[in-house]
C-alpha cells in the first residue's frame, strides 16, 4: 500500500494537546463569563418589568426590549417569562439564606440564636422591599400565577430552609416539632405582617416603628419559651443601672 505525503497527519505534542486545551478552556471561560453578564442584563430588565406591569402583565417582547435583546436571544437563556420570575426570586433566597447564614448561632445559647436568626431574615426584607415583593408575589396579586408546581416547591423549600434556624433554635429550647413549627410560622407571620405595614406605610397609622414592633413581638416570645433567659437579661439590665 503506498502512502502518500498528503495522507501524512501530524501528530501534536503533549506541550501542543495541553496549549490547545488551555486556548479552549479560555474560550469557553470567556463565553460563560458573556454569558452570565447578559443573563444579569436579563434579569435586571425582567425586575423592573415586574415591578411595573406585574407577571401578567409582563411579556417577554418588553423584557428583551429594556434587556436590549430580540426575544428570540432571550430564550436561550430562559424558556418563559415565568422561568425568569423564577431566578429572581431563587436570586432572592439565596441572599436571603446568606443574610440568615451570617448571623452566627451560639452554642448552648438557643434563645439569644433563635433572636439573631430572627432578626437577620427580618432586616433583610426591611431593607430590600423588592425582595419582599418578589418573595410574595406581591407584583401580580399575591398569588403564585404562573409558575410550575415543581419550580413554586422549590422556592418554598428555599425560604423554609432560610427560616429553619429560627425552627431549631426553638427546638432546642425545648419545643415539640409541631410546636415549633408552629411558633415558627407566628413568628415569621408577624414579622412580614409588619413589613408590609411599613412598606406601603400604613404603619403612620399606628404611629409606630417596625423595627421596635418586630422586636417586642421577638422578645415576648422569647420571655415565653425561655422564662430563666428572659429573666438573667432583666436582672444583668438592672446591675448596670440599663
Request: aromatic share 8%.
Amino acid at each position: 500500500m503506498e502512502v502518500q505525503l498528503s495522507d501524512l497527519v501530524e501528530v501534536p505534542s503533549e506541550a501542543q494537546a495541553q496549549a490547545a486545551q488551555a486556548r479552549r478552556d479560555q474560550r469557553k471561560q470567556r463565553q460563560q463569563a458573556v454569558g452570565e453578564v447578559r443573563r444579569a442584563l436579563v434579569l435586571e430588565a425582567a425586575r423592573s418589568v415586574f415591578e411595573e406591569l406585574g407577571l401578567e402583565g409582563a411579556s417577554i417582547r418588553e423584557i428583551a426590549k429594556r434587556a436590549g435583546y430580540t426575544p428570540g436571544a432571550l430564550y436561550s437563556y430562559f424558556e418563559s417569562k415565568e422561568a425568569i420570575y423564577g431566578a429572581l426570586l431563587e436570586a432572592t433566597l439565596v441572599r436571603l439564606q446568606a443574610a440568615v447564614d451570617e448571623a452566627r448561632p451560639l452554642k448552648a445559647k438557643p434563645a439569644k440564636t433563635l433572636e439573631l436568626k430572627a432578626k437577620a431574615w427580618f432586616n433583610f426584607f426591611f431593607q430590600n422591599p423588592r425582595d419582599l415583593d418578589l418573595g410574595f408575589y406581591l407584583v401580580h396579586g399575591m398569588a403564585p400565577r404562573g409558575l410550575t408546581t415543581e419550580l413554586n416547591q422549590q422556592l418554598n423549600a428555599q425560604l423554609l430552609a432560610a427560616l429553619q434556624p429560627c425552627e431549631d433554635a426553638m427546638l432546642a429550647l425545648g419545643l415539640d416539632p409541631a410546636a415549633a413549627r408552629q411558633e415558627n410560622a407566628a413568628l415569621f407571620a408577624h414579622g412580614v405582617g409588619v413589613l408590609l405595614l411599613h412598606h406601603t406605610r400604613r404603619i403612620k397609622l399606628f404611629a409606630q416603628q417596625p423595627e421596635a414592633l418586630f422586636e417586642l413581638y421577638l422578645s415576648h416570645l422569647i420571655a415565653r419559651l425561655a422564662p430563666e433567659t428572659a429573666k438573667a437579661a432583666v436582672d444583668q439590665a438592672d446591675l448596670f443601672g440599663r
